[in-house]
């Protein structure tokens, strides 16, 4: 008999009930990453980034900071939304909140933990590892009836080097490399409707050819947003082809919702996983590559 599936690193997530339990411990450094994603059409934009600042200003998970995605950890200059960041430049801004030897860092988000996951696996691909997920995130714990402050936390400077893990982000080259490669297998965490084709909110509507989709949002459960049992997931996974042994490659509209099935996919032990950056902010508007649709 075979085991179930398991969460192999069942440290980076953490409930409420840890959370609560932890908060006066003076290494753990907390921080709210909820950025929004306003759809527009008819503006050439999929949609507006704005940051969910205002939201932890009005009230948060006490003693947790805020951490700005697109406008203080990515690459404002880049044409494409939540760019990554050298890895030197990203240690240094990430220490100077509070983050490195010898902290726990525990990221929560609002509505989603894909911008939880987001920070995690940015975390993970500059070498940092002691961080992890509030599952339910910010949601559930208000829901719970847990305590809430607006005052603004801001952790004393840290030092954090920088060790890069080559790989796990990639750029379009790689996923095109990885069309009609059986040892690869490339998905997209978009909703069915823009893996399909039916929606067209990137440009050119459709997907990576061969890719499948393993959407982020089915991997979580509606009712409190938290993950999904380590056996739901394997089962959503082996469905769609995305077998361990193979590189797995993931994108989404703009490298966020991706993160969400990197994350689960690591903690179910996949050991080759990357994520396409840009994604289809970049894919869809390039001519040169090809799309397909259904």
């Known amino acids: 008999m075979t085991n179930p599936p398991r969460y192999a690193h069942p440290e980076a997530?953490?409930?409420?009930?840890?959370?609560?339990a932890h908060l006066d411990d003076p290494s753990l450094r907390v921080f709210d990453c909820t950025t929004y994603l306003l759809y527009e059409t008819g503006t050439g934009r999929p949609y507006r980034v704005e940051s969910?600042?205002?939201?932890?200003?009005?009230?948060?998970?006490?003693?947790?900071?805020?951490?700005?995605?697109?406008?203080?950890?990515?690459?404002?200059?880049?044409p494409t939304n939540f760019m990554m960041l050298p890895p030197e430049d990203l240690a240094a801004r990430l220490a100077a909140r509070g983050i490195g030897a010898g902290t726990r860092v525990v990221l929560y988000a609002r509505k989603s933990p894909q911008w939880a996951t987001r920070v995690w696996w940015m975390l993970r691909a500059i070498g940092f590892d002691d961080a992890a997920v509030l599952d339910g995130g910010?949601?559930?714990?208000?829901?719970?009836?847990?305590?809430?402050?607006?005052?603004?936390?801001?952790?004393?400077?840290?030092?954090?080097?920088?060790?890069?893990?080559?790989?796990?982000?990639?750029?379009?080259?790689?996923l095109r490399a990885?069309?009609?490669?059986?040892s690869a297998c490339t998905i997209n965490a978009l909703a069915p409707d823009l893996h399909s084709g039916g929606n067209a909110r990137y440009g050119r509507p459709g997907r990576i050819p061969g890719s499948v989709n393993l959407p982020a949002a089915a991997l979580l459960d509606p009712a409190t947003l938290?993950?999904?049992?380590?056996?739901?997931?394997?089962?959503?996974?082996?469905?769609?082809?995305?077998?361990?042994?193979?590189?797995?490659?993931?994108?989404?509209?703009?490298?966020?919702?991706?993160?969400?099935?990197?994350?689960?996919?690591?903690?179910?032990?996949y050991q080759d996983i990357a994520v396409y950056d840009a994604s289809m902010s970049e894919w869809a508007r390039d001519e040169s590559l090809p799309i397909e649709r259904d």
């Open 13 to 20: 997530i953490v409930t409420t009930e840890w959370l609560a």
């Open 52 to 78: 969910g600042r205002a939201d932890y200003d009005r009230g948060h998970i006490p003693r947790s900071g805020f951490l700005d995605l697109q406008g203080e950890l990515s690459d404002t200059a880049a």
């Open 138 to 174: 910010f949601d559930r714990w208000a829901a719970e009836g847990r305590p809430l402050e607006t005052a603004e936390t801001r952790y004393p400077p840290a030092s954090l080097v920088a060790r890069p893990r080559p790989g796990l982000f990639v750029g379009k080259e790689e």
């Open 178 to 182: 990885a069309i009609g490669d059986a």
């Open 226 to 269: 938290a993950f999904r049992p380590a056996a739901e997931v394997a089962a959503s996974a082996a469905a769609v082809g995305a077998d361990p042994s193979k590189r797995i490659l993931l994108y989404c509209g703009g490298g966020i919702a991706a993160t969400l099935d990197a994350f689960l996919l690591h903690q179910l032990g």
